[in-house]
T-cell receptor, first 113, second 114 residues
Framework: DAGVIQSPRHEVTEMGQEVTLRCKPISGHDYLFWYRQTMMRGLELLIYFNNNVPIDDSGMPEDRFSAKMPNASFSTLKIQPSEPRDSAVYFC???????????FGDGTRLSIL | AQSVSQHNHHVILSEAASLELGCNYSYGGTVNLFWYVQYPGQHLQLLLKYFSGDPLVKGIKGFEAEFIKSKFSFNLRKPSVQWSDTAEYFCAVGPRGGADGLTFGKGTHLIIQP
């Protein structure tokens, strides 16, 4: 079975540029989560969707961050404009039910110069 | 607000040593509990989970964890570690039957020396 697929695996860009991270959840999973992992703050939940609808975006750090899920098989996380402090590994995860174990993608390692 | 505390940020053990990683949580309700492992350069993988029933749960690769409700703890154990267990270990908590995302601890970096 295909797991959660994220792209790109690595992204290096300059401050001020728009960054788009992509995620394809496991087919049939109703929940999709975006996390950010840094050395300082560990793993933080940014936002999650249920049936393509954003449920809780209280973890999104600033208005520069936005996430969409136009259909059940695709989600994007955008940062515009990007800043060096956004450098982190961004993980997408999906689950069948909200309380069930989450399956994580390989992550996108983002570096903002 | 919910929180998860992992007692040790770094643990170094020799092969065949016994392992116990501490995890305590603060949550206003009944919970589901998880341990995830992240091998170097890889994504998080589920080690084991507790939803209800027997508080001693067994996971993959010889790991087990015990839920002690009175102590709000969910410690991870393994009787004899291997070099391949070198990884980052995350404890996580989520609401029982709820839909919120998980709250993760900061992680414990485990290094096993051959």
């Amino acid at each position: 079975d295909a797991g959660v697929i994220q792209s790109p695996r690595h992204e290096v860009t300059e401050m001020g540029q728009e960054v788009t991270l992509r995620c394809k959840p496991i087919s049939g999973h109703d929940y999709l989560f975006w996390y950010r992992q840094t050395m300082m703050r560990g793993l933080e939940l940014l936002i999650y969707f249920n049936n393509n609808v954003p449920i809780d975006d209280s973890g999104m750090p600033e208005d520069r961050f936005s996430a969409k899920m136009p259909n059940a098989s695709f989600s994007t996380l955008k940062i515009q404009p990007s800043e060096p402090r956004d450098s982190a590994v961004y993980f997408c995860a999906s689950s069948l039910q909200g309380y069930q174990p989450q399956h994580f993608g390989d992550g996108t390692r983002l570096s903002i110069l | 607000a919910q929180s998860v505390s992992q007692h040790n940020h770094h643990v170094i053990l020799s092969e065949a040593a016994s392992l116990e990683l501490g995890c305590n949580y603060s949550y206003g309700g009944t919970v589901n509990l998880f341990w995830y492992v992240q091998y170097p350069g890889q994504h998080l993988q589920l080690l084991l989970k507790y939803f209800s029933g027997d508080p001693l749960v067994k996971g993959i690769k010889g790991f087990e964890a015990e839920f002690i409700k009175s102590k709000f703890s969910f410690n991870l154990r393994k009787p004899s570690v291997q070099w391949s267990d070198t990884a980052e270990y995350f404890c996580a908590v989520g609401p029982r039957g709820g839909a919120d995302g998980l709250t993760f601890g900061k992680g414990t970096h485990l290094i096993i020396q051959p």
